[in-house]
């Protein structure tokens, strides 16, 4: 399983973008699908996960209610919609796959990584 993300750039704070995260390879639609943050000198954070059917979801505390992860499988796309955008959320990105289809926090439970999107928020 190969992962490609994208979306990432520059925008002020209180703007919007839409992380896209693109899989190849077969069993998509069995995976759940996580996205994570590392800002610089910072461990890697759990940011949102999406099981794999979309039906259930789950949020880190600083992004709820302003972040949504879906998915289209037949698109074998998960998607990261971030609104409300503050500087504290300048990292690179990157979503990875958890191979059971269940939502996991934990990233050493994911198994295949993306190479990462920055995005940068300015104040």
């Known amino acids: 399983v190969q992962l490609q993300a994208s979306g990432g750039g520059l925008v002020q704070a209180g703007g919007s973008l839409r992380l896209s995260c693109a899989a190849s390879?077969?069993?998509?639609?069995?995976?759940?699908v996580g996205w994570f943050r590392q800002a610089p000198g910072k461990e890697r954070e759990f940011v949102a996960a999406?099981?794999?059917?979309?039906?259930?979801?789950y949020y880190a505390d600083s992004v709820k209610g302003r972040f949504t992860i879906s998915r289209d499988n037949a698109k074998t796309t998960v998607y990261l919609q971030m609104n409300s955008l503050k500087p504290e959320d300048t990292a690179v990105y990157y979503c990875?796959?958890?191979?059971?289809?269940?939502?996991?926090?934990?990233?050493?439970?994911?198994?295949?990584w993306g190479q990462g999107t920055l995005v940068t928020v300015s104040s």
């Open positions: 999406i099981n794999w059917s979309g039906g259930s979801t």
């Open positions: 390879g077969q069993f998509f639609s069995s995976y759940a």
């Open positions: 990875a796959i958890e191979l059971t289809g269940s939502i996991r926090s934990d990233p050493n439970r994911y198994k295949y």
